[in-house]
């Protein structure tokens, strides 16, 4: 697949080239097809070759990406063929890119299979922030569930009056005119006492 730019000045003699492969897997049942290799040539000849990792689709399907580039930053999904090429001293970068090399229809792109892998860094971070979350909550569940109760009551209550025989040794010399009157003499006594719940 041959992009070829025209007869815009600068770049008048410059294709880019992206040789596609279609292969079979009996896995998903169906046609895959992979970006292989991209090429720059200039006034035909070939000035930079760069092979391309992680670009596939099933043929039925487009492939689509924000950037696809050979810079770091961006990911490198474009990597100089050689160490000793001189793609090297090349920086491309594609934005916006959509490709699709078999079963188009009515010249438009078919359902775009995106290269936003499932598990991206924002959302790996997610995951195990919701997992700390989640064990510290668990954590607190736990203390609340076996926390005893601090409440302490106390409650003071008197005793009701009671009467106390007196002894011989407490009444003295008033034990006898009133047992001269035949009556028993009683001492009225109050206590207190208080109790404590936990």
């Given at each position: ?54 670009i596939y ?54 359902y775009a299979?995106?290269?936003a892998s ?81």
């Amino acid at each position: 697949l041959s992009l070829k730019f025209g007869d815009i000045d600068n770049l008048k003699g410059l294709v880019i080239r992206f040789l596609l492969t279609t292969s079979y897997y009996q896995l998903s049942v169906q046609n895959w097809f992979s970006l292989h290799r991209l090429q720059l040539l200039y006034n035909h000849s070939v000035q930079a070759t760069f092979n391309a990792t992680r670009i596939y689709a099933p043929s039925s399907y487009s492939y689509h990406c924000d950037r696809v580039s050979s810079l770091q930053r961006y990911d490198a999904l474009l990597i100089p063929s050689s160490a000793n090429d001189v793609s090297k001293l090349w920086e491309v970068t594609f934005i916006d890119f959509q490709i699709q090399g078999f079963n188009i229809q009515e010249g438009h792109f078919a359902y775009a299979k995106d290269c936003a892998s499932f598990f991206s860094p924002a959302i790996l971070m997610g995951l195990v922030m919701s997992l700390i979350l989640l064990l510290v909550l668990a954590y607190a569940l736990h203390m609340l569930i076996h926390l005893k109760s601090l409440d302490r009551h106390y409650e003071c209550k008197a005793s009701p009056a009671y009467f106390v025989q007196m002894k011989d040794n407490d009444m003295g010399d008033e034990k006898e005119p009133l047992r001269s009157s035949g009556n028993e003499s009683y001492e009225l006594r109050n206590q207190q006492f208080c109790k404590i719940y936990i």
